[in-house]
């Protein structure tokens, strides 16, 4: 039902097709810093990406696809500097994550936040979302790319750091990926704009 996850550190493209190469180089970058670390992920999901947009885009409900948020309140209107208060489930190392909305492009389907304090360690935190619509199985599908870059913990290597982050970030991919194919599956129109 799902294809593959490919992992890049520090944006060598392993693993990456030449059309993911050219969004990544386009859209994912980031001021990484000596102690730092930083990745790119993607997804293929088998939902048209204007179903995939409409979960990603909503800073304010990170829950509709995020399985480890409880609750998420943002103060004031969901507008570019937006600030969210999110909740986490028990399990992880931490309890609470503020967070800021960096940019939302509903054109181009790019979203960027920043995570500007938490009961956690993940210090200078920033990542960027973009979705793109491309054909799976001759069908209407989505790609996802997030990238990272925070810093790396006293007491820990690069390595465990992205290997951590990744591990969420495949997690909430998967989840977004289940929920958007099941509601892709209920809703059979197809996308106003032809691929």
Same mark, same amino acid.
């Given at each position: 039902?799902?294809?593959?996850?490919?992992?890049s550190?520090n944006?060598?493209?392993?693993?990456?097709?030449?059309?993911?190469?050219?969004?990544?180089?386009?859209?994912?970058?980031?001021?990484?810093?000596?102690?730092?670390?930083?990745?790119?992920?993607?997804?293929?999901?088998?939902?048209?990406?204007?179903?995939?947009?409409s979960?990603?885009?909503?800073?304010?409900?990170?829950?509709?696809?995020?399985?480890?948020v409880?609750?998420?309140?943002?103060?004031?209107?969901?507008?570019?500097?937006?600030?969210?208060?999110?909740?986490?489930?028990?399990?992880?190392?931490?309890?609470?994550?503020?967070?800021?909305?960096?940019?939302?492009?509903?054109?181009?389907?790019?979203?960027?936040?920043? @995570?500007? !304090?938490?009961?956690?360690? =993940?210090k200078?935190y #920033?990542?960027? +979302?973009? %979705?793109?619509?491309?054909v @799976?199985? !001759?069908?209407?599908?989505? =790609?996802?790319?997030? #990238?990272?870059? +925070?810093? %790396?913990?006293?007491g820990?290597?690069?390595?465990?750091?992205?290997y951590?982050?990744?591990?969420?970030?495949?997690?909430?991919?998967?989840?977004?990926?289940?929920?958007s194919?099941?509601l892709?599956?209920?809703?059979?129109?197809?996308?106003?704009?032809?691929?």
């Amino acid at each position: 039902m799902v294809t593959n996850d490919y992992i890049s550190i520090n944006g060598n493209g392993n693993g990456f097709s030449k059309m993911e190469e050219e969004f990544i180089r386009r859209h994912h970058k980031h001021d990484v810093k000596e102690n730092q670390c930083t990745s790119s992920l993607v997804k293929h999901i088998k939902a048209p990406v204007h179903l995939v947009w409409s979960l990603v885009r909503r800073f304010d409900q990170p829950q509709k696809y995020k399985p480890f948020v409880s609750r998420c309140v943002v103060q004031g209107d969901l507008q570019i500097g937006s600030v969210r208060e999110v909740n986490v489930k028990s399990g992880l190392p931490a309890t609470t994550s503020t967070e800021r909305l960096e940019y939302l492009d509903d054109n181009e389907h790019i979203l960027s936040m920043t @995570i500007v !304090g938490g009961d956690h360690r =993940l210090k200078n935190y #920033s990542s960027i +979302v973009t %979705v793109h619509p491309e054909v @799976i199985d !001759g069908r209407p599908g989505t =790609l996802v790319i997030e #990238s990272f870059v +925070v810093d %790396v913990p006293d007491g820990n290597t690069k390595d465990e750091t992205c290997y951590f982050v990744e591990a969420l970030i495949k997690c909430n991919l998967k989840s977004l990926a289940d929920v958007s194919e099941r509601l892709a599956i209920q809703d059979r129109t197809e996308p106003i704009e032809r691929l």
